[in-house]
C-alpha cells in the first residue's frame, strides 16, 4: 500500500491557491514535510492524507469536489488528462483517462457500455483501504467537467446518475453540478452518462499535440505494466510453490530465469520486496482457504507454508488481530 509512488501534478497546488488555501497549510494539516510541494512524489497513505487535509479545511465535500473540479484550469493539467482535453470526442477523452489512469495509482477506472448508458465505476488497487470520499468524488465530477469542457458544452452536459459508497456532504449542491440524481451509501462509486453524449466532438481536439503526448504516455505505460508483470509472475509463483514449505527467492528467481539479485532489484524499482510480497501472498491464501469450511485449521497453515499451527496463528493475529477460526466464523456467518 505505502509502497506506491504517486506523483502530485503542479497543478492542484496552483488549483487550491486559487480556491484561497494555502498549500504550505493543507501539508502541515496533512503531518507531512513542507517539500512535497516543490517535490511532490509521495506514498499511498501521503497522498490520502493531503486529500483529508483538504477535506478538513474546506469543511464541506460536495463544496470542495465541485470548487476543485470547476476552478482547475485546463492549462495546469498534467500530461495524461492533457491527452484525454485534446481528444477526437467524449469516447476518446473517457477511453484516454481510463487508460492513462493507470500511470498514476491509487485508484483505477473501469468503463463499461450498455444499451443507452455508459458507466464508469472508480476501483481501489488496494481494495483493503479505500480512499477519501473527496478523491473519490473530485475523480468521477473531473470526468463529466472533461466532458463539459472539452465538447464545449459546459452545464447542458449531465450525468445520467451518481453513486457513492460513503458519505460526501452536500448532496443536493451535488446533484446540482451533475445534473442528476445521486446516491449515497451505495456498494460502489460510479458515474453513468449518457451514451449519446460519448459521440460528441470535442472543441479542443489536438491531432498534433496528440502525436507528442499518446507515444510518450504509451511508452511510459508499457515500462510500468512491464515492471507490475513481474510482481504478478512472482505472485504467481509464490502462489504454486507455497504448500508445506517457504519459496526462497533462488528459487523463483531461477523459474523466470534471472539472478535473485536482479529479481530483488526489479523488485525495489517496482517498490516492493520479496518479504513484502510473501507476507501479502501468505496472508491473502490464507483469507481464501479458511472461507473454505471443508479445511481444517491446520490443513490451511500447511497450505501456505507453515511447519506448525502456532506460527500460522501468530502470523494470523497481526494481519487481522483475530484468530483464524474468529475469523472463519465472522466470515461463514456473513456470507
Known amino acids: 500500500m505505502s509502497h506506491n509512488r504517486i506523483k502530485i501534478p503542479a497543478g ?21 514535510p513542507l517539500t512535497i510541494i516543490t517535490e511532490p512524489v509521495v506514498n499511498t497513505a501521503q497522498y490520502f492524507s493531503i486529500w483529508h487535509a483538504y477535506s478538513e479545511l474546506i469543511g464541506d465535500t460536495a463544496k470542495g469536489i465541485i470548487q476543485l473540479a470547476t476552478g482547475f484550469e485546463t492549462a495546469h493539467y498534467p500530461p495524461a488528462v492533457l491527452a484525454a482535453y485534446h481528444a477526437r470526442d467524449y469516447r476518446d477523452a473517457l477511453t484516454r483517462m481510463v487508460r492513462y489512469k493507470q500511470l498514476c495509482p491509487p485508484e483505477s477506472l473501469r468503463i463499461t457500455e450498455e444499451d443507452e448508458y455508459c458507466t464508469i465505476e472508480l476501483k481501489w488497487l488496494d481494495s483493503e483501504q479505500p480512499g477519501p470520499s473527496m478523491l473519490i468524488g473530485i475523480t468521477l465530477a473531473f470526468l463529466l467537467e472533461l466532458g ?7 452545464k447542458h452536459l449531465t450525468a445520467r446518475s451518481v453513486e457513492f459508497s460513503h458519505s460526501m456532504g452536500d448532496v443536493q449542491s451535488l446533484e446540482a453540478y451533475f445534473g442528476c440524481r445521486v446516491q449515497i451509501g ?19 481536439y489536438n491531432a498534433e499535440l496528440l502525436k507528442i503526448l499518446a507515444p510518450v504516455l504509451d511508452q511510459s505505460l508499457d515500462e510500468q505494466q512491464h515492471r507490475t508483470s ?3 509472475m512472482v505472485k504467481w509463483i509464490m502462489k504454486r510453490s507455497l504448500t508445506g514449505g517457504r519459496p526462497n527467492i533462488q528459487i523463483v528467481a531461477g523459474e523466470l530465469g534471472m539472478s535473485d539479485r536482479t529479481l530483488q532489484r526489479r523488485l525495489s524499482n517496482e517498490g516492493t520486496s520479496f518479504k513484502h510480497l510473501l507476507t501479502h501472498v501468505r ?30 496463528y501468530r502470523a ?19 456470507t
Open 148 to 154: 463539459r469542457r472539452g465538447t464545449g458544452q459546459g
Open 316 to 334: 494470523f493475529r497481526l494481519w487481522e488481530d483475530d484468530t483464524p477460526s474468529n475469523w472463519r466464523t465472522e466470515h461463514l456467518v456473513k
Open 230 to 232: 513481474i510482481t504478478r
Open 12 to 32: 492542484f497546488w496552483t488549483g487550491l491557491h486559487q480556491l484561497g488555501i494555502a498549500p504550505n497549510k493543507v501539508v502541515r494539516k496533512a503531518r507531512l
Open 283 to 312: 496472508h491473502e491464501q490464507a483469507r481464501e482457504y479458511l472461507a473454505d469450511p471443508t479445511l481444517d485449521i491446520s490443513e490451511v497453515a500447511f497450505l501456505i507454508g507453515y511447519e506448525d499451527q502456532n506460527s500460522f
Open 186 to 204: 451505495g456498494n460502489c462509486n460510479k458515474l453513468t452518462l449518457h451514451r449519446s453524449d460519448l459521440d460528441r466532438s470535442f472543441v479542443s
